[in-house]
């Protein structure tokens, strides 16, 4: 029998786990979280929401490792105090936002279809605000044609960062253009399941592009910059005839070593049809009309 509340649990887990300083900024989000009235998202669809456990512990974030558990648990001591967001480049008003500032936009839950390019999808309660918001507010120039996004570099806390042969290039960084940064469906996510973002899943803040590929939603943000040219991205980097800038979730379009016909929901044994544009086709098609789809991949 469980005889300990849920919240003294949460409580001492949270002592136990984390690092003073992970705790702060997720009490801060946290405490912002409780307050909320959220605007609860109807979930038209009906999507089967995945399995939190699952959602949490199934990861890719590869600063801390490659192996999805190992991550996890190298996460549990990630330092999200004082972070800011310094938001530069082609914009009238460049400012840098601390959590507080950034907990000020309007958050709201947002259940979304997740589909990563290794073939496992997911649907996820996001607690986030529209990343338009943000973009209004700091006024981008009419240079601005493209949006850089940047995680955090730092080699006390991420150890691939500091392993001698690092697998991919750090910082991480993923771009947008600035028409598919303004979609209503784009989202700054501080929380998931009506609780601040874990730090495996990219503490405190983090990108939703719920009609691209997973690894476009970069984590643990510390920059957003408004630039001219396209920005090479990591994975990009990584492998230029795999990952594409677009990497819009696209059936008919296999990744080289394997299909993306089909997927496996996180927790399910069977696969199912992968949707065009992951479900949003109605929603985003028309940002990439008269574009051909299998060069712009
Ligand atoms: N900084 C950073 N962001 C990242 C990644 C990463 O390794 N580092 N992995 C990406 C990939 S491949 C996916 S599928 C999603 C996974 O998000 P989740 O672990 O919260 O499910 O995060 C993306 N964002
Ligand atoms: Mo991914």
Redesign the pocket.
């Known amino acids: 029998m469980n005889i300990t509340p849920e919240y003294l649990y949460q409580k001492r887990r949270k002592f136990l786990k984390l690092g003073i300083g992970a705790f702060v900024s997720s009490t801060l989000i946290g405490s912002k979280l409780s307050a909320l009235n959220f605007i609860k998202d109807k979930n038209l669809d009906n999507l089967k929401i995945s399995d939190e456990e699952l959602?949490t512990n199934?990861?890719?974030?590869?600063?801390f490792s490659t192996d999805k558990r190992k991550a996890v648990s190298l996460a549990q001591n990630f330092n999200t105090q004082n972070w800011k967001v310094e938001i530069s480049g082609e914009i009238e008003k460049p400012i840098t936002l601390n959590m507080e500032d950034i907990l000020k936009f309007p958050l709201e839950e947002r259940i979304y279809r997740?589909r990563?390019?290794?073939t496992w999808s997911?649907v996820v309660p996001w607690v986030g605000f529209e990343l338009r918001h943000l973009i209004e507010m700091v006024k981008p120039t009419n240079k601005a044609k493209f949006v850089k996004f940047t995680?955090l570099l730092d080699k006390n806390q991420f150890p691939d960062q500091a392993a001698l042969f690092p697998t991919i290039d750090y910082p991480?960084v993923e771009g947008l253009r600035i028409d598919e940064a303004m979609h209503p469906l784009t989202l700054l996510a501080v929380g998931m399941y009506k609780k601040p973002l874990k730090p495996?899943?990219?503490a405190p803040i983090?990108l939703v592009v719920p009609w691209k590929?997973?690894?476009k939603?970069?984590?643990?943000i510390v920059k957003i910059e408004f630039v001219k040219d396209q920005p090479r991205t990591t994975w990009q980097n990584y492998a230029p005839s795999e990952y594409g800038f677009y990497a819009n979730v696209n059936p008919n379009v296999s990744h080289p070593r394997w299909s993306q016909a089909n997927e496996r929901a996180l927790g399910d044994f069977f696969t199912k049809p992968t949707l065009m544009f992951n479900g949003y086709e109605k929603e985003v098609a028309k940002l990439y009309e008269g574009m051909d789809l299998r060069i712009n991949f």
Request: proline residues 0%.
């Open positions: 959602a199934y990861v890719n974030f590869y600063e997740f990563c390019v290794e997911m995680t991480y495996q899943n990219g983090r590929y997973g690894f939603s970069i984590k643990s």
